[in-house]
């Protein structure tokens, strides 16, 4: 039995963000952990900035419970935004690691419309063309891509919708094509507006890209010549030729078979005789030398052997005399 896993397709905001009132703890007593959520607001113009309207949103986050936003202070913040299409506040869980304290308190001239940017990932389930007066627009074109994320609070996965529009200009006009019925595409933009009626975020494309994996990949119109086309989805492999023949040393048929040598079969050995060199007679005073030196050599030796015979009569012990000794009459 199989089971289909969830994909996670989340929808990131980074932004500006001020609370509008205190952070609202956990009611669980004990607890020094939990989820701490803090009322704030999007501000937006519209598709045509005709318009000023502030959204309100929840800012959430798993922390610890003295981790509390302040009012009337700017943050700059990145987290998961789930915006469900039953009329529910949008959530945005973030990490307290990553907030970041700008101003405080906020001027009154302090402006936060379209601050907030959208990466997205997801999948097309509609397309439209939406033909506009303004020739400079031209024909936009309006995407719907759906969202699952992960409800830290619910603990469960959350399936929401996301309006994208792509405009008709000489910028994006050529990127139509992409958005496809069922493709996995990657989309970053302006989060400008919320549809009240149909419970959409409205997003302004500025930037299209599509995942690895859900696009055909287009073979090389010009491969080259040590390349060999694949069938693995349009993938070309180089391969390695050697530059000259190989260099395996050859064997004659001689020598293919070994036989092992017996003693009758090999010939016999032959002795061979050293010359010693005869060594040459001395002449002159070497020869005068070489005679004195014989003479002393023989002096010695013949003085050696005296010394030896003396040593031999030293030590000869006397021989012991056996029986009684005669008694004299």
């Known amino acids: 039995m199989t089971t289909t896993r969830i994909p996670n397709h989340p929808a990131i905001v980074s ?13 669980t007593l004990g607890n ?4 701490v959520n803090t009322p704030s607001f999007i501000s937006c113009s519209g598709l045509k900035a005709n318009k000023l309207e502030n959204f309100q949103i929840h800012l959430q986050t798993n922390t610890a419970l003295t981790n509390v936003l302040q009012p009337d ?18 959530i945005l869980t973030y990490n307290h690691n990553t907030l970041a304290n700008l101003i405080q308190p906020v001027p009154n001239t302090f402006d936060f419309t ?13 397309r439209q063309e939406v033909t506009s007066d303004d020739l400079d627009v031209g024909t936009s074109l309006e995407v719907v891509v759906t969202h699952q994320d992960w409800d830290s609070e619910e603990r469960c996965h959350q399936k929401f919708n996301v309006k994208y529009v ?12 992409i958005y496809q019925i069922g493709r996995e595409v990657h989309i970053v933009g302006r989060l400008v507006d919320f549809e009240m009626d149909t419970h959409l975020a409205v997003v302004a494309v500025t930037s299209v890209s599509l995942t690895s994996g859900h696009q055909p990949v287009k073979p090389n119109n010009h491969p080259s010549a040590s390349s060999t086309p694949s069938t693995s989805g349009g993938r070309q492999f180089t391969t390695f030729t050697p530059s000259g023949p190989p260099t395996t040393p050859s064997i004659s048929p001689d020598k ?8 009758s079969n090999m010939p016999p050995k032959k002795s061979k005789k050293v010359k010693l060199a005869a060594p040459e007679k001395a002449k002159g005073k070497a020869k005068a030398i070489s005679e004195s030196e014989a003479q002393s050599d023989d002096s010695s030796s013949d003085t050696d052997s005296e010394d030896k015979e003396e040593d031999e009569l030293t030590t000869t012990p006397s021989p012991t005399k056996r029986g009684r000794p005669r008694q004299r009459c």
């Not at 932004?15 to 009611?27: A, H, Q, R």
């Not at 020094?32 to 989820?35: A, D, R």
């Not at 202070?73 to 529910?88: D, E, M």
């Not at 293919?256 to 003693?263: L, M, V």
């Open 15 to 27: 932004g500006l963000f001020e609370p509008i009132s205190d952070s609202v703890l956990p009611s």
């Open 32 to 35: 020094q952990y939990g989820l």
């Open 73 to 90: 202070t700017v943050y700059y913040l990145s987290g998961r935004l789930i915006a469900l299409n039953n009329g529910a506040t949008p």
């Open 114 to 126: 379209n601050w907030a940017t959208v990466t997205g990932l997801g999948i097309v389930t509609h």
């Open 166 to 177: 792509i405009p008709g200009t000489k910028y994006f006009i050529k990127t139509h094509a």
């Open 256 to 263: 293919a078979s070994f036989t092992p040598s017996t003693k």
